[in-house]
């Protein structure tokens, strides 16, 4: 048995997670369990997941990655309420096809969440209610089902309602390009109108989708110390490191990473990870999405089937040089 623990490193600072799924589990299960305190589930709670038909929900999967954390004494993050992704369409309409009003939404949306966090109200210490309201480019809320037929209140609601039955568990924000000044302020005025309404949110989750050139030391520092001054905890909840920049289509069919390419990635890893460790204080969680280079949805995201590497643990789930580097600082 490997004596090696990645979490072991963090256990003074914050929990280390990683987004599994039940492939991943069936290949890894000890793996994941050796090196990491926390997992996220990284599809399997999504609402087209748990209820691909109005009242019909499909807890199966769930169940099993639940009682995989509780057997290997892992904490467990809830990913994901509300969001306008991977959201089936019948959510938002009638049977004619019609949009539903307001209150039908809101009640459907009270009933998935009702149903959701209290089965799971034991086994998960936090969820993300809402995910990506923001729009990333201007405007303020991103447009969506939810904000068309609801209105802005969606999301305040979504907090209510998972504190109404699931009043333990800790609920955060989640969004990504969460670092970037414009989006930051968007995702700060929507944090704080909730803090000032008396929502229930606990936290601040920064995906943190980023790459071996961006972003830089001050972009991460100021948005933890923004979100934190609200009084808000800040997790990292989708740590990974892309080797390309956005729908870079230039990957020459590389089977494997450069030097160049590792070197950067390790000085971003370290670089982040020493940050991380000064904020211990605020930041409670650090989750990668993902756990070793065999397989990422960063394969397949943006650009479809272009490799990449973005993790601590190669393909064969030997750690790589940025592993090292993040376990050495103090
Ligand atoms: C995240 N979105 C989601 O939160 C997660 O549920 C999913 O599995 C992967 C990444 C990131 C994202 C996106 O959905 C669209 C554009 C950019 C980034």
């Known amino acids: 048995m490997n004596e090696e623990r990645l979490y072991k490193y963090f256990e003074k600072d914050f929990y280390i997670g990683a987004a599994v799924s039940p492939r991943v589990l069936k290949h890894k299960s000890q793996f994941v369990a050796n090196h990491f305190n926390s997992i996220t589930a990284e599809n399997q709670m999504k609402f087209e997941e748990l209820q691909p038909k109005r009242g019909e929900f499909q807890f199966d999967t769930a169940d099993k990655m639940v009682q995989y954390a509780r057997d290997n004494g892992l904490k467990m993050r809830g990913h994901t309420l509300v969001w306008h992704n991977q959201t089936p369409d019948w959510v938002f309409t009638n049977e004619d096809g019609s949009y539903v009003t307001r209150d039908v939404l809101l009640a459907r949306m009270e009933a998935h969440i009702k149903e959701v966090v209290t089965r799971y109200k034991d086994d998960l210490y936090c969820w993300d209610v809402v995910n990506e309201a923001i729009d990333d480019k201007e405007g303020f809320l991103r447009q969506s089902k939810w904000l068309d037929i609801i209105g802005e209140d969606f999301i305040e609601k979504a907090f209510r309602f998972a504190h109404q039955y699931a009043p333990n568990a800790q609920l955060f924000y989640n969004d990504y390009n969460a670092v970037i000044p414009e989006k930051r302020e968007r995702i700060y005025k929507l944090l704080k109108s909730l803090v000032d309404q008396g929502a229930p949110i606990h936290g601040m989750g920064i995906q943190g989708h980023w790459n071996i050139y961006w972003p830089n030391e001050d972009e991460i520092r100021k948005s933890i110390e923004l979100y934190a001054s609200l009084g808000l905890k800040i997790q990292i ?53 993902g756990v070793a280079d065999d397989y990422s949805w960063l394969d397949y995201f943006p650009v479809f089937n272009r490799k990449n590497w973005p993790l601590i643990f190669d393909e064969k789930g030997e750690p790589k040089e940025s592993y090292r580097k993040i376990i050495a600082i103090k």
Do not use: C
């Not at 289509?249 to 991380?276: D, H």
């Open 237 to 289: 909840t989708e740590l990974d490191i892309s080797m390309f920049e956005g729908e870079d289509k230039r990957n020459p069919g590389l089977v494997a990473p450069t030097k160049e390419m590792l070197k950067l990635q390790e000085e971003q890893y370290e670089r982040i990870f020493k940050i991380f460790k000064e904020y211990r204080d605020v930041i409670t969680a650090v989750t990668f999405w």
